[in-house]
């Protein structure tokens, strides 16, 4: 099995394999509720939107005001589109597509 920066491993796997068993959304708030804080699902819901908003033209700035996270949070998620895996930008348009 090949590191994936230091994330690959059974156990991530494992976590990963349960993610892709749910098939709903109540599923989802059922698990993530379980598995992370309210913080956790609050932050990482703050990323997604934050993306969205980068892979749509917005400014720090009006990221800042309107999702309330850090610019150096917003520069860290603007390096993973960038340079990351593509995983912000792919998600985004299948869920984007998904909704059509």
Do not use: H, P, W
């Not at 098939?23 to 059922?30: F, L, P, Q, S, V």
């Not at 969205?52 to 009006?62: D, P, R, S, V």
Request: aromatic letters at 8%; hydrophobic letters at 40%; proline letters at 0%.
């Amino acid at each position: 099995m090949a590191e994936r920066n230091g994330i690959q491993s059974a156990a991530t796997d494992a976590l990963f394999d349960a993610i892709l068993t749910l098939n709903t959304r109540e599923d989802c708030y059922k698990f993530f509720e379980d598995l992370c804080t309210i913080k956790e699902i609050s932050d990482m819901a703050q990323r997604l939107e934050a993306a969205k908003m980068l892979l749509g033209g917005a400014t720090y700035e009006q990221i800042v005001k309107q999702v309330a996270i850090s610019t150096a949070t917003i520069s860290r998620i603007n390096r993973c589109i960038q340079y990351g895996e593509g995983g912000y930008r792919a998600t985004i348009g299948k869920a984007e597509a998904q909704k059509k």
